[in-house]
Each structure stands twice: as structure tokens, then as C-alpha cells.
């Protein structure tokens, strides 16, 4: 098993630019998570879902678009980038709620 | 809100000196408490969930207690490859099934145990 897969690993994005951070989970887990931390920062929330077609915001969602096609994938999508938007991004998924997250290596997001 | 604050921020320690980093919450009921490490350049990887005061959990050098306002993370006789970040996450309860999942995480202890 791979686990939780992100690409890239790292962009750089200027400002207005869009992109789309990917993140692939092969554990066949329903909860799906996208998480941002900034230096020195503890991880916030972006986007989570709790299966396929069915998605809600976390604690900073501006900037930002889900969707959640498959059980596999969680894409983060992000339209006209910031430079408030640079940050590491992590996506994760659990088996339920209740149960420990498993992170991806992250992606080193830079906007300029 | 959910609130969780780490202390210290950052931890020296010489190689086998044994101490203790903290994890303080609120939260309006508690569902879980987490325990994860992070590499620099690394995504977190998960230590221990705790679900009640008073429960204790252990791997290797490390051992997690929980009260009703906080967390341990004890490292027992520590070595330079136990050096990270070390961050608390809490999962309030209530909201139905889909907030259940949310954790709010700490801004981390950075430990450094010097050969």
C-alpha cells in the first residue's frame, strides 16, 4: 500500500494562477481531509469529506474548491491564487471518524 | 471553539534526559485526543489516540496520559532520533456524524535531543 499520495510535491504559482493539488488514498477510507500549516503553525482545516459525492468546509475554506468523485481521490482546487495562499498543504484520510489519520508528504505551495 | 495550546514551544535535551511536553485543550466534549510526530519536510505521522482521563498509552520511549484539561507526552531517557515536532490534536463530539471527523491540532513542540 502506498497510502496517501500527494503531487506535486512543489509549485510555485503566480498571483491569479489556478492549479489543483492532488491527493490519491489506496486504505479504502471514507474520510478525506485537506489541511494547510504555516510555519510555525498548527495544521487548519480546509476542506473534509465523509465519502464519495459528499464534501464540507473546514476552518479556512476561502480560496479553495473540493470535490469527491471516488473513494480514492480528493482533489484541492485552487482558483486565483495569493500570496496568502502559500503555505504547505496536507491532505490525510481515516477510516472513520474516530479513528487516526493517515497524512500525505504535503505539498510546498509558493505564490508570487 | 476548540482550543489547543502546546507548551513548550521548543525543547533542548541531552541524550537520556527524560521529560515531559504538554498539551492543554478545550473543547466542548471530547471525543479523542491525538498524538502525531513530524519530520521536517514530512507529513504527520500518528503516535496515539487517548479517549478518556485517565487512560495511558506507551511505544517505546514515549507515554501519553490524559486528564480532563490535558495531555502528556513523556519521553523516557530520549535519543537524537526522537527529535520532531510533536503535535496535539483534539475531536470534539456532537454535530452529527459529519463534524465528528474535524481535529483542531496545537501549534507544536519542536524537541531536540542532542547526542
Known amino acids: 500500500n502506498a497510502g496517501v499520495t500527494q503531487t506535486p510535491k512543489f509549485r510555485i504559482l503566480k498571483i491569479g494562477q489556478s492549479m489543483t493539488l492532488q491527493c490519491a488514498q489506496d486504505?479504502?477510507?471514507?474520510?478525506m481531509y485537506w489541511y494547510r500549516q504555516d510555519p510555525g503553525m498548527g495544521l487548519k482545516l480546509i476542506y473534509y469529506?465523509?465519502?464519495?459525492?459528499?464534501?464540507d468546509k473546514g476552518e479556512v475554506p476561502n480560496g479553495y474548491n473540493v470535490s469527491r468523485s471516488t473513494t480514492e481521490d480528493f482533489p484541492l482546487r485552487l482558483e486565483l491564487a495569493a500570496p496568502s495562499q502559500t503555505s504547505v498543504y496536507f491532505c490525510?484520510?481515516?477510516?472513520?471518524?474516530?479513528?487516526?489519520?493517515?497524512f500525505g508528504q504535503g505539498t510546498r505551495l509558493t505564490v508570487v | 471553539e476548540d482550543q489547543v495550546t502546546q507548551s513548550p514551544e521548543a525543547l533542548r535535551l541531552q541524550e537520556g534526559e527524560s521529560s515531559s511536553l504538554n498539551c492543554s485543550y478545550t473543547v466542548s466534549g471530547l471525543r479523542g485526543l491525538f498524538w502525531y510526530r513530524q519530520d521536517p519536510g514530512k507529513g504527520p505521522e500518528f503516535l496515539f489516540t487517548l479517549y478518556s482521563a485517565g487512560e495511558e498509552k506507551e511505544k517505546e520511549r514515549l507515554k501519553a496520559t490524559l486528564t480532563k484539561k490535558e495531555s502528556f507526552l513523556h519521553i523516557t531517557a530520549p535519543k537524537p532520533e526522537d527529535s520532531a515536532t510533536y503535535l496535539c490534536a483534539v475531536q470534539a463530539t456532537g454535530g452529527g456524524e459529519t463534524s465528528g471527523s474535524r481535529l483542531t491540532f496545537g501549534e507544536g513542540t519542536q524537541l531536540t535531543v542532542n547526542p
Open positions: 490525510a484520510s481515516s477510516y472513520s471518524q474516530n479513528t487516526e489519520a493517515f
Open positions: 486504505m479504502n477510507h471514507n474520510y
Open positions: 469529506s465523509v465519502g464519495a459525492g459528499i464534501t
